[in-house]
């Protein structure tokens, strides 16, 4: 995945330590510059960080003055920012990775506006030939009742075919991307007499699984928005593998931060006004009509999968 | 380009009207909904504006309370606030836009993270069999001076076989998006034994000239903002080509912003302070020594680009 | 509040109507310009809009392309949109409001970044003698239990005392700031000998209960985040009663939105992860051991707040 | 200004070293945490920063790819990305200030939306008896010329009068904040018998020269865009005097970036396209008939101001 010369630059990075009077987070550090893989061919990397949760701490405390100063642990304090959603403090705490990943899953990735972004220009340099194709055990049917979803696995040899026609495409277009470039995949020449076509007309023959990379900077607080939604089992498989491995990262560098948004984001719930006025009924010991309850379909049986126990108690 | 049923569907909303106390701009009225072609297969529509030169001027106003009252008229302080870059007016004004492009451009519009966007989902709803192939006369050779830029158009024959590679690749990858999908292009099963393959994975063989289409949403500051970038000669030609004609239904709708704007914005010109100093020893007669003066070589040739009167009156 | 020029100004705008092809929502334009009072010297005008059910409606189906086309009406597309936050296609309905509000108030709104803001300048122009004090039932002692709350209200002849003080302030502040500017009430110059200090100098000297006045242009999907939070009994009663009225504007304007606003977002409750396993279990007949259960303090008394029925369940 | 305590908070964390493999920069190190006295009663510290010059190179060559690896220098590539106001690269680094200013200059800089504020919370916590109050210099009289600025010092007596009064309206108003706190300045209940208003209530009377306290946390490209306009003539000369210390950590933080911004920002001058046509003509050796030209009066005295020496040739 990385050349020699990548490998020896990152290890270089790694070695070189010098001394700093900012927030170090030792994890953190541990961490940095190294690569996660993620989907074969593509790497998530932290390149820099600014604070950790004793920044965010802090932060905190100037809005509140001299009124927390003891009241709680940092700890208890983080969850209760978290719980209450005051996100200020968190967006003083600031991540920077390096990622490579196919342009379908960028595509995605970018309608997060609230981050820096620098990427590759197809315009300036060259692709390389760096596609990501799906496992076999990936690659699934067309989900009947999630329009937007995956199903059940294919079975192997249509699995198969499935790879073959996107390993195909992608050789052949690449091929002719180089064909107008006039290069081989070396970058030389191949024929002195031909004409080199645009870097920026050539690359539009490329299929949207071919690989980019970009340099991504962002808020904790706008990461963990991004973290929910791209971690979540509605989220297409491959931006959730980047969202899971980022995750890693979180948990190592801002520890405090990643419990509290599993407890109060990723595994929280959210309750509707009607649902609410429903739930306290079966707990009073009563039958709730789903017909008053002013519920959709579709909200009782979300609620029936949050909360399977309460099923029973429910009349349709 | 249009469907029957679309094509109703726009005749229908411009044919509807109704009753508003709102800003109405007579000309942005006639512009609404009609579809602008662009790139052959591509087009952008204006389907909403909210405000125009009159809300921008009341909206200064406001900032300098009785203070300009009479002051000066409605052009003229248009004016002044885009000379003086007094943003925020112009963000009270708004558009909305319809648009259908190649996926290659929507990856430099998206890098625009001011506007509201609603895109076509490839996981939701199958893609088209709509590309965008260049004019032969479009089709022109890596510019050897400009990185990221076209030199001169490519002889007619490389030309054409660069067209034939483009149309090979979209149509095989084409065929075989629709073979995964086991679906024809009326959208009829081909095979009820077959499984369908996720439209999200399947669209990854699709490459980055197919059109995609969506709505933007951004108010006008920030328009012009990506306007300055995009119709300007240093923009891809086809991103280019969808930035000019929207300046062309921006010109209709704001026309005193529009007359600044190109004024201010598109055909102003920055002086640097070292070149500042540089222009006003020539003004008051003297020769400049450029070695002296501060400017890179690259500099020098963009002053003279930018004044070429100067140029006898520097002295390397 | 208004002088007879600004009555005159705002009915001529009511009074002219003129034809569009835009979205009309009626109930909007009988809004459209009229003052809603708040906290006696302050209001609220809707004063442009652009956008309503219909264009969220819209914006979401050209996300979805066909798939959506006749699955659900309008109402229950917008539910499902809320449910789910899928906040984009409330970004494309757009309002701007013309407010007057103390400077204290202002500061809270305008931490909220992503609006538009024109607001009356005090360097460029003078302040009215405009403040705001509360009525004596809204004169509150501190919140022993609520850091940054009020309590029970003052007993009257100490709100009187409080108003006194108030008042008092008020009036030689401003009374000093004319002073300065060497100006009457009626804005006639007092001693042509005397300098006339800078505006934006004379000011520093005016309490923050002094009124300032503002368009804010904001899409509805920051909106009803910012009502979310303004319109909460956590925040300070003199923002809510502003949420409040506009509140009111926006169930007239988008119906279905506000309906699912109340029931997803105002009314509903996030449940977190252990609190949903303590729940579950409840449901389920168990006793709850809240040691065990990895709730503290805090978090236990807002489930019980939230579902006082669940009390008696829970074993401390 | 500070007190013995928080004295010694900054000197333990300027004491505190440690080891980090992120980018350091050492005379940004040599700044950090160590107040910059600004008017008086406020100040300036830088608190946190991530990446530097060298932070904004490496993240320009990821956009260019192999394509820029040798070709220039990092000042002579940064000086390129500021002209050709390429901004991305130089929103990878950040910066963290702690700031302590009066109520009107923070409602000037929290106009700039593109930044991370923890602001003192006076619903929270109670407000120091801190006052902005202007040295005799810098009290002046309403320019007459600038609606928005300050002309001449005024003369002693008079700039002593308006100090006179601004002290008496801030002790006063001071003194009834803490009658309605019931307490005295050094935070002791005056009468128990006596209720406490709640802060919230309280603060209102309190003018908006009073200081408040923030963390300020901003990527660099907003920065420079906050410094151009807050360091220049045209801002109100306190949130200049903030902007200059800022510029100040700036200039030691990341030298080629302030290189850059001061000659090709803050010296930089715009030319409009009339302006430039008018000036090639000069440069040709023409006289310029100004009627003909399309430049306004106040444009051309804008145009002779930025060039003086072009007076001559231009005909009224």
Known sequence: MFSTDQKSEIDAARAAWAETR????????EALYAPVPVLETGFVRLVDYMGGDAAIVQGARVSYGKGTRSTSDDRGLIRYLMRNRHTSPFELAVAKFH????????RQWFRHRTASINEYSARYSVLEKEFYFPRPEDIARQSASNKQGRGETLPPEAAQHVLDLLREDAGRCYDHYLEMLNQDEAGNVIDPDRPVVARELARMTLPVNVMTQFYWQINLWNLLHFLRLRADAHAQYEIRAYADAILGLVERWVPHTFEAFRDYMQEAALLSGPALRALRAVLAGQEVDLQASGLSKREVSELVAMLPEIGPRLRP
């Open 22 to 29: 900012r927030t170090v987070v030792p994890a953190a550090e």
């Open 99 to 106: 990622v490579r990943a196919p342009i379908f899953v960028t």
